[in-house]
C-alpha cells in the first residue's frame, strides 16, 4: 500500500465510527474486510482530505442505502434476450489477471452502441458488473495471493470508433460519475489500444484537461498493446483483440470461450448464474420483477472537468467534420 498519511485514515475511521447502523452495513459490502485500504481509496480521491474524503463516503453509502445496491445482484436483466441485447451492445469481459494478480477487464469502447435497450438498464448492468467485481472477484483473488487485492486493470480496445459514439455522451458521463463518485480508484491502469486518428486527436485535446491524477493512470499503447501488456500478463490474460496485430475487438471474434465479450466466456458465464442464483434466493421472498432496476445518477454536470471535456471535444471534432466534409454533429442532451 505504500506510504499512506496514518492520521488522516485514523481521523476518517474515527468518524466513520459514529455512522449510522444502515450505513454501517451498506459499508460491509464496500470494503469486504479491507476496511483501512478502502478508506485510503476516499482519501486519495479528495486529495487526503478526511473531511471531504468523509463526506464522499456518507454520500456514497447513502446511494447505496437509497438504491437498494447491496441488492442489485439479485435483480437479473429479464427477459434474456433483452440481457443479450444488453451484453452485445455494451462490451465488457474478464480477461483474465495480472501476474501482480490484479483482474484484467477489456471494454470494447469502440464498438459498444449502447443503443439496445434504456439508459436505466445500461447503469444497471454496469453497476451489476462493478458489484460482482468488489464482492466476488476481487475478494477471490486477495485470497488466492493472500494479500489484499483492491484494485483492477482495464484495457480499452478502441477498434471501430466512430463519431457517432458522441452521441452517447450523457450515456457514458452518466456512468463515468457514478464510478467517480462510488467506485474511486478502483482502477490501477486505463491501457489504451487500437486507437484510430479520431482518437489520437481527440486524446491531444482531452489530456491537458484531466487532472493529475486521472493523467497518470492511462496509458496508449502502440498497435493492440501487445507487448507492453506482456510485460504484466501472461498471453492467456491477454484480451483477445491484443492477441495479435490487426485482430481487432469484433464482437464475434474467436471462440466464446476466447472471446472475453461472448455470453459463452467462463466470466459472463459465472457472472450470469450467480445472478440468477441470488434471484432465486431472493425470490423466495418476494417475487422477481420485470423492468430495469431504476437507479438515481447524477445529472453530467453543466460545469466542471467533464463538462469541460464535452464541450472541448465538441467544439474539435466540429472542426475535424468541417475539415474532412463530414455532416455536422451537435452534442447534446437528445
Not at 439508459?119 to 444497471?124: A, G, L, N, T
Not at 489500444?193 to 496509458?219: D, G, H, M
Not at 484480451?239 to 495479435?244: D, I, L, V
Request: hydrophobic content about 35%; aromatic content about 8%; some cysteine.
Amino acid at each position: 500500500m505504500g506510504l499512506v498519511p496514518e492520521e488522516a485514515v485514523k481521523e476518517l475511521q474515527a468518524s466513520m465510527d459514529q455512522v449510522e447502523e444502515p450505513l454501517k452495513k451498506t459499508f460491509q459490502n464496500v470494503h469486504q474486510g479491507y476496511v483501512t485500504q478502502t478508506l485510503v481509496r476516499f482519501l486519495k480521491a479528495r486529495e487526503w482530505n478526511p473531511s471531504k474524503a468523509h463526506k464522499m463516503l456518507v454520500d456514497c453509502l447513502n446511494w447505496r442505502v437509497q438504491n437498494d445496491i447491496d441488492n442489485i445482484l439479485s435483480r437479473p436483466i429479464i427477459p434474456p434476450d433483452l440481457y443479450r441485447a444488453v451484453r452485445d451492445s455494451q462490451l465488457i469481459g474478464l480477461s483474465g489477471y495480472s501476474r501482480e494478480g490484479l483482474p484484467v477487464f477489456a471494454i470494447g469502447a469502440g464498438l459498444s452502441t449502447l443503443d439496445k435497450a434504456s439508459v436505466h438498464y445500461y447503469v444497471q448492468s454496469h453497476i451489476q458488473i462493478n458489484e460482482y467485481r468488489d464482492r466476488v472477484i476481487l475478494p477471490s483473488a486477495s485470497k488466492k495471493h493472500g494479500r489484499p487485492i483492491t484494485k483492477c486493470i482495464k484495457v480499452l480496445d478502441m477498434t471501430g470508433l466512430k463519431l457517432s459514439a458522441l452521441n452517447q455522451i450523457k450515456l457514458l458521463t452518466i456512468i463515468s460519475s457514478i464510478d467517480d463518485l462510488n467506485y474511486p480508484e478502483k482502477t490501477e491502469t486505463y491501457y489504451v489500444v487500437n486507437t484510430p486518428y479520431i482518437f489520437s486527436a481527440c486524446w491531444k485535446v482531452v489530456k491537458p484537461l484531466l487532472q493529475e491524477r486521472t493523467k497518470r493512470k492511462v496509458q496508449v499503447l502502440p498497435g493492440c498493446g501487445r507487448e507492453e501488456l506482456l510485460k504484466i500478463m501472461d498471453y492467456s490474460s491477454l484480451p483477445h483483440f491484443c492477441k495479435k496485430e490487426g485482430s481487432g475487438s469484433s464482437k464475434h471474434s474467436g471462440r466464446g470461450s476466447e472471446n472475453c465479450y461472448s455470453l459463452d466466456h467462463p466470466f459472463h458465464q459465472q457472472l450470469y448464474s450467480y445472478i440468477n442464483q441470488q434471484a432465486r434466493l431472493r425470490e423466495s421472498v418476494e417475487p422477481i420483477k420485470q423492468g430495469s432496476f431504476h437507479v438515481d445518477f447524477p445529472e453530467p454536470p453543466a460545469e466542471g472537468e467533464e463538462a469541460s471535456i464535452a464541450k472541448t471535444l465538441e467544439s474539435e471534432l466540429q472542426k475535424f467534420h468541417n475539415g474532412n466534409g463530414v455532416s455536422d454533429l451537435k452534442i447534446n442532451d437528445d
